[in-house]
């Protein structure tokens, strides 16, 4: 497809499970980003990956959560022993980063998100 | 520290009548101002960007967003509003640093359209 793509769109999963949720970004987009939106809120920054490396993970809330990129394009976002708090959309968005004077990135595009639904 | 602040975190207006969602912003750098929007069950959509050119931003959907540095504001306007209009609408900042481009999102205007 033309878009991101994230997979599944809706999870629903008991307490202190293990939750795996992956994004499939446009082709040829280097930088990806997951964010995660709460009931009423924006969206809220969790990690940004330039190729395979995770350049900021400044945005994950505990060790819990982990994300990786190992070939520069899928990414799955983990999360270990699933609480009642973690239930959000998980949104995942890619852009063409493109180095310009002050290093202004794309614009970014995003997917439809994961809903996590943690019982 | 950058945020952004959403005045209202409803609106609701008649089709056909304009449209005013309210932003304000505070940043140390000269920032990079956004609006989103989210229609429900699909993904968030660029409205429209301000990064330091002309201070009046024209969008998709015949949106615009004007950046006052005075008012440290980024507030949406549509002249004449259409059903297909209703959805959350965010403003968003992006940190200038590290070139990561992470975006710092507004808590969302739900905009109502009514007929």
């Known amino acids: 497809g033309a878009g991101v793509s994230q997979t599944p769109s809706n999870k629903v999963t008991e307490k202190g499970k293990y939750v795996e949720l992956r994004c499939d970004p446009i082709?040829?987009?280097?930088?990806l980003y997951w964010y995660r939106q709460s009931l009423g809120q924006g969206p809220e920054f969790l990690i940004y990956?330039?190729?395979?490396?995770?350049?900021?993970d400044s945005g994950l809330p505990n060790d819990r959560f982990f994300a990786v990129r190992p070939e520069g394009s899928v990414s799955t976002l983990k999360i270990q022993r699933t609480e009642r708090g973690d239930s959000a959309v998980y949104l995942c968005?890619?852009?063409?980063?493109?180095?310009?004077?002050?290093?202004?990135?794309?614009?970014?595009?995003f997917g439809e998100g994961s809903r996590l639904t943690v019982l | 520290a950058q945020s952004v602040t959403q005045l209202d975190s409803h609106v609701s207006v008649s089709e056909g009548t304009p449209v005013l969602l309210r932003c304000n912003y505070s940043?140390?750098?000269?920032?990079?101002l956004f609006w989103y929007v989210q229609h429900p069950n699909k993904g968030l959509q660029l409205l429209l960007k301000?990064?330091?050119?002309?201070?009046l931003v024209k969008g998709i959907n015949g949106f615009e967003a004007e950046f006052k540095k005075s008012e440290t504001s980024f507030h949406l306007t549509k002249p004449s509003a259409h059903m297909s209009d209703a959805a959350e609408y965010f403003c968003?900042?992006?940190?200038?640093?590290?070139?990561?481009?992470?975006?710092?999102f507004g808590q969302g205007t739900t905009l109502q359209v009514k007929p």
């Open positions: 968005a890619s852009s063409l980063r493109r180095m310009a004077a002050g290093g202004n990135t794309g614009e970014l595009f």
């Open positions: 082709s040829g987009h280097t930088a």
């Open positions: 990956f330039q190729g395979t490396g995770a350049a900021d």
């Open positions: 940043s140390s750098y000269s920032p990079s």
């Open positions: 301000y990064t330091s050119a002309a201070t």
């Open positions: 968003v900042v992006r940190l200038p640093t590290s070139n990561t481009g992470k975006l710092i």
